[in-house]
């Protein structure tokens, strides 16, 4: 199995010690042995996938590989409190991707297409095979990424822990629900769909300009395809588009996992960094409200990190209130 599991020296290299403060890396606990998932105490397990093959064989520039160590920079410091308890978390550790990203490094769009295709589908295969265990476990898998095309990994891995098709809630600007062709960033839910593995799919603030009108046609013809428009959001109060999140929760009920790609969110720095979105606030109280819903799993993907550390920072907000929510 690709899984590097994490120690306690892995969690030491970010976390930055103070007197008379207590920080999250230094409460963790890891496992010894894949064998110990199910014993360990933590409801939440925390696992990065370092990659950006996907994204780049669906024509996007990133720097996805990089949000999972820009994440662990700002998790493994968030302070232990009333309001932290890291008694809840195994950060388990991450998919190994060293060998697909050094392949995939001397690969050229589009002529080397299925080949990084085939890459990705490698890449599914090692995340489905571990979101089974962790779901088997009883617990509730946090994967940050990576491109969206680990959608297909999450989803595939819940399914099969649960023996049946699995709903999705997606805070995307795009579908991807592109055509069945080779493995990439724009197609996991299609793939998922088309295996059974997914039976209802929303997309939560949809943008008008990057949807293609096949894709409408599907979605509008489908009575488990479903989407709201971020134009028809975007004019609303936060409370409002939290009416509108719960009411497209109701739609995918309790058998759901959550999808957040960081696209969606106004100025954020990631694969296809937009203007126009959501606020940090915003999604915040989405991943909130989803985690009372007792959803499945929590995915965040295409976040895109340069020379900062507010992308990391970001992302350990998005995961602390998911497990606080809880």
């Known amino acids: 199995m690709s899984l590097k599991l994490y120690t306690t020296a892995d969690y030491d290299k970010y ?60 998790f493994l410091n968030i302070q232990v409190n009333a309001y932290n308890n890291a008694h809840d978390v195994l950060l388990l550790g991450e998919i190994i991707t060293k060998d697909y990203m050094q392949q995939a490094e001397n690969m050229k769009m589009p002529e080397d297409t299925d080949e990084m295709g085939k890459l990705v589908e490698q890449i599914d295969d090692d995340l489905s095979k571990i979101i089974k265990l962790i779901v088997d476990a009883d617990k509730i898998p946090i994967v940050i990424g990576g491109g969206h095309n680990n959608a297909f990994g999450m989803i595939k891995g819940t399914h099969l822990a649960l023996e049946k098709p699995i709903n999705v809630i997606n805070i995307d600007a795009h579908t991807d629900f592109r055509r069945l062709e080779n493995r990439h960033s724009g197609n996991g839910f299609s793939y998922a769909k088309s295996k059974a593995y997914l039976d209802k799919y929303f997309v939560f603030g949809l943008h008008k300009n990057y949807t293609s009108d096949a894709i409408f046609k599907e979605f509008d013809d489908s009575k488990s395809l479903k989407y709201e428009l971020y134009e028809d959001l975007e004019h609303l109060t936060t409370l409002d588009k939290t009416v509108r999140f719960k009411s497209a929760l109701n739609f995918v009920q309790q058998n759901f996992g959550l999808e957040l790609d960081c696209d969606a969110i106004q100025d954020f720095p990631s694969s296809a960094q937009s203007p126009s979105g959501f606020s940090m606030p915003e999604v915040r109280t989405f991943i909130k409200i989803a985690r009372k819903s007792k959803c499945q799993y929590l995915h965040i993907c295409e976040a895109a990190p340069h020379e900062t550390m507010q992308v990391g920072k970001a992302i350990s907000y998005f995961v602390s209130d998911f497990i606080r929510a809880y």
């Open 15 to 74: 976390t930055k010690i103070r007197v008379g403060e207590t920080k999250f890396g230094e409460e963790l606990s890891p496992i010894q042995q894949i064998e110990d998932l199910a014993s360990h105490h933590a409801k939440f397990v925390v696992l990065g996938v370092p990659e950006n093959i996907g994204i780049r064989v669906n024509h996007g520039n990133s720097n996805a590989h990089k949000a999972w160590e820009s994440f662990l920079g700002a």
